[in-house]
């Protein structure tokens, strides 16, 4: 491992660990994210307790957190599993970011972001995808879980070298939803409510 990659690491793990939702949160004076609503600081559980705006704010940089790093390691030539040892790392950063007790989120929008590089195609079947799921069954949850368990074949499809390091990044996303995989098993989920900004 070079030291471009490993400083391409720290970048991404310190990028990751800037908390998004705890910011917006705060900017708009709303309750903090980790002790309200289902106590995860993500685009969704901000889109419950503050609305749309600050929602959307929060998946823009969490979507950037991804992106960035490992849009800067594909143009510096790092080799695919480096790139997803790059993605791997921002997403742990958000879900354990440093400069808050490690109390972070699921990274989808995170893990979204850093597949972003490999093309708009393969992007916008996975985003597809997800909408469809959302949109069937109300749960951002679910639809996550199924959108990341059919990156990787869709990779495939499109960018073969790459499917490795995009199942690398599905299985991590895929275990930090294990609670709502539970709670989907037990119908206990708690669907998207839409809540009318102030």
Known sequence: MTALTILMLAIAYLLGSISSAVWVCRLFSLNDPRESGSGNPGTTNVLRIG?????????????????????????????????????????????????FRFKGGKAVATAFGALLPLGLGLASIILLSWLIVLYLSGYASLAAIVAFSLAPIFTWLIKPDYAIPVAILSSLIILRHRPNIIRLLRKQETKIVYKNNK
């Open 51 to 99: 609305g749309r705006f600050p929602a959307l704010l929060v998946l823009v940089f969490d979507v950037l957190k991804g992106t960035v790093p490992v849009w800067y390691s594909y143009h510096l030539g790092l080799e695919p599993v480096y790139l997803a040892c790059v993605a791997v790392t921002a997403c742990l950063g958000h879900m354990f970011p440093l400069f």
